[in-house]
């Protein structure tokens, strides 16, 4: 047993790394007060939770319980409800699919990253993880909601998220607390949802009363039926809607995010990605026919993916008596799989705790195990919104870097918060000035 509590407390996915590491990727059990999760950290191990025996390992239990308020019962949950999500959404987030949408993503992103002149031209610092989130936000919101959700709603929601995330924190630190027992944050968490409710559920319901053939996620929704040949509910629609969004735009904001960070740390990756850049997309905007080419630009945000997974900690109730690694596991127990802690891990990754893309050169991944690595999850409950990452991730950085020069005045270190996600602790401040000297022209 492994007194966890009190580094959980200073920094749970660092503290979570620190124990996988000294165990050799053991399973160990946690002595977090009245709650003793077992931490499984081994690729193997990883596996036999996330694929192989993976109806034994279910997303629901005391952690899982306090999301329910926000996703409702669907993609994000385990069960018949998920599984009737699953397959009415993963037609809708194929490559094939993201492909067709990629040329209007890089033309959205394009014209939100222009708005950035006016801070290039003040020299206006601004906060990194806002704006990131409002770019990803805006190119989530035309795969979700195409053109029915105005800019201001869209803009307006993101807060309440943010406020959602902060505030769920307190539940996941008090697993054991009863719902009868309010804890700090329940409220702004109840208010929150509220906010979001009051901008999704209009929108379905005009979307519902108002069919059309639009490609949006919405509308084919509204298009979809369930095993029976049912049509959906509303809070059908709306709870898919709104775990789609929570899965997305936070999770490739934060990458984004720690990237600059990183790059900062990292001069000679820096000069590299902006060589490329320059080389293929020129004084930009970045667009689908350059991904391609920006192969350096995918090893860097792999490995930013290794080092910072947003999705850094993934729960699981185990449902019969289990064993993994030859540790018994009782049913009802919890099982902590934690991207951060095996992406870590010595023996499957030399020097873990630096920053090199050249890890993810091409002939690379052969070589590794496939749940050394695992950034988007595994088995069944996989991330969908891979494709779609692999093609916006690279479209923003490539379309800033092509317009921009980015620095970041904020001194380091740069500790992770407590958060759903992984997200630096501090403000991030983000500052621009124009790449090209044409340009600084031609904005006067
Ligand atoms: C950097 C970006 C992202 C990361 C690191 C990430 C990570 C993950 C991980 C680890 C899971 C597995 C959860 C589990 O096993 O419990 C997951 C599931 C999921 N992700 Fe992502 N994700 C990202 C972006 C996205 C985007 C852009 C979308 C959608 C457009 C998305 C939608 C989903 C959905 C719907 C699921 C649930 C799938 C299921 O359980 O069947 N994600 N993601």
């Given amino acids: 047993m492994y007194r966890a509590l009190p580094a959980l407390l200073r920094g749970p996915a660092v503290a979570l790394a620190g124990i996988a590491r000294e165990s050799g ?12 999760p077992y931490l499984v950290s081994h690729p193997d191990h990883v596996q036999q ?20 308020r926000l996703f409702g019962h669907s993609i994000m949950g385990d069960g018949e409800q998920w599984s009737i999500s699953r397959k009415i959404l993963q037609p809708m987030f194929t490559t094939r699919y993201i492909a067709t949408i990629a040329e209007e993503v890089s033309r959205r992103v394009a014209g939100r990253i222009e708005e950035w002149d006016g801070h290039a031209r003040t020299g206006q610092s601004f906060d990194a993880a806002t704006e990131m989130s409002t770019i990803l936000t805006y190119i989530v919101n035309r795969v979700l909601f195409g053109d029915k959700l105005d800019r201001k709603d869209g803009e307006d929601i993101i807060p309440a998220f943010d406020t959602v995330a902060n505030s769920l924190v307190y539940r996941f630190l008090m697993p054991f607390m009863p719902y009868t027992v309010r804890v700090p944050r329940d409220r702004a968490l109840e208010k929150a949802v509220q906010r979001i409710d009051d901008v999704v559920y209009p929108i379905v ?38 775990s789609v969004y929570a899965a997305s735009s936070e999770t490739t904001a934060m990458v984004i995010t720690w990237l600059w960070l990183l790059l900062k740390e990292h001069p000679q990756v820096e000069a590299r990605l902006q060589a490329e850049i320059d080389e293929v997309v020129g004084d930009g905007p970045a667009r689908p026919e350059h991904l391609p080419r920006l192969a350096y630009t995918r090893m860097v945000l792999l490995e930013t993916l290794r080092m910072y997974p947003a999705g850094w900690l993934l729960p699981r109730q185990v449902m019969e008596d289990a064993e993994v690694g030859g540790v018994r596991i009782r049913r009802g127990s919890t099982v902590f799989i934690c991207p951060y802690a095996t992406q870590r891990l010595d023996g499957f990754w030399e020097r873990p705790d630096e920053f090199d893309p050249e890890r993810f050169a091409p002939a690379e991944g052969e070589r590794r195990h496939r749940y050394s690595y695992f950034p988007f999850g595994g088995g069944p409950h996989k991330c969908l919104g891979e494709h779609l990452f692999y093609v916006e991730a690279p479209l923003v950085v490539a379309s800033i870097l092509s317009r921009y020069r980015v620095s970041v005045p904020t001194p380091g270190p740069y500790p992770m918060g407590w958060a759903a996600s992984l997200r630096p602790k501090q ?3 983000l500052k621009v000035a124009f790449a090209g000297r044409d340009r600084v022209g031609a904005a006067r």
């Avoid at 053991?26 to 709650?35: M, N, Q, S, T």
């Avoid at 939770?49 to 329910?68: A, D, I, K």
């Fill in 49 to 68: 939770v996330m694929r192989l025996e993976w109806t034994n390992y279910q997303r629901m239990g005391m952690f899982w319980r306090p999301l329910e």
């Fill in 25 to 36: 990727g053991e399973v160990v059990r946690l002595g977090l007060g009245p709650f003793r």
């Fill in 427 to 429: 403000k991030i401040m």
């Fill in 205 to 242: 319901r005009r979307a519902m009363d108002h069919p059309d053939d639009s490609t949006d996620v919405i509308s084919m929704l509204c298009r979809s039926t369930d095993d029976n040949g049912d049509p959906l509910t509303a809070k059908q629609i709306r709870d898919a809607l709104v």
